[in-house]
């Protein structure tokens, strides 16, 4: 049974940070690329980042670009989202999935929501 259990959501004054988690199970766990999505209220599911099974590289796309770090811990089949400088507009449900190498995505995990406050 495939899990992807994302973890850490909460609410956030702006300009501040979070780390969300996604902890893995039922897969092999170095075998698939690990990314963050979001989804704000009534807008489109976005990709964030992406780790890549194929050479362990992380890469950013635009909406948190310079705010965000990935960090993963193989021991504990867990990738971390690291958020900063935080912004109301970053309030959206954030998802982690696999194989973000791949499309389309073949697991979802359920999402964690994120508020940020003005």
């Known amino acids: 049974d495939v899990q992807l259990q994302a973890s850490g959501g909460g609410l956030v004054q702006a300009g501040g940070s979070l780390r969300l988690s996604c902890a893995v199970s039922g897969i092999t766990f170095d075998a698939y690329g690990i990314g963050w999505f979001r989804q704000a209220p009534g807008k489109k599911r976005e990709e964030l980042s992406c780790?890549?099974?194929?050479?362990?590289?992380?890469s950013y796309r635009d909406p948190v670009k310079g705010r965000a770090t990935v960090s993963v811990d193989d021991a504990k089949n867990t990738v971390y989202l690291q958020m900063n400088n935080l912004k109301p507009e970053d309030t959206a449900v954030y998802y982690c999935?696999?194989?973000?190498?791949?499309?389309?995505?073949?697991?979802w995990g359920q999402g964690t929501l994120v508020t940020v406050s003005s």
């Open positions: 999935a696999a194989d973000c190498d791949l499309s389309p995505i073949e697991y």
């Open positions: 780790t890549s099974s194929i050479d362990s590289e992380t």
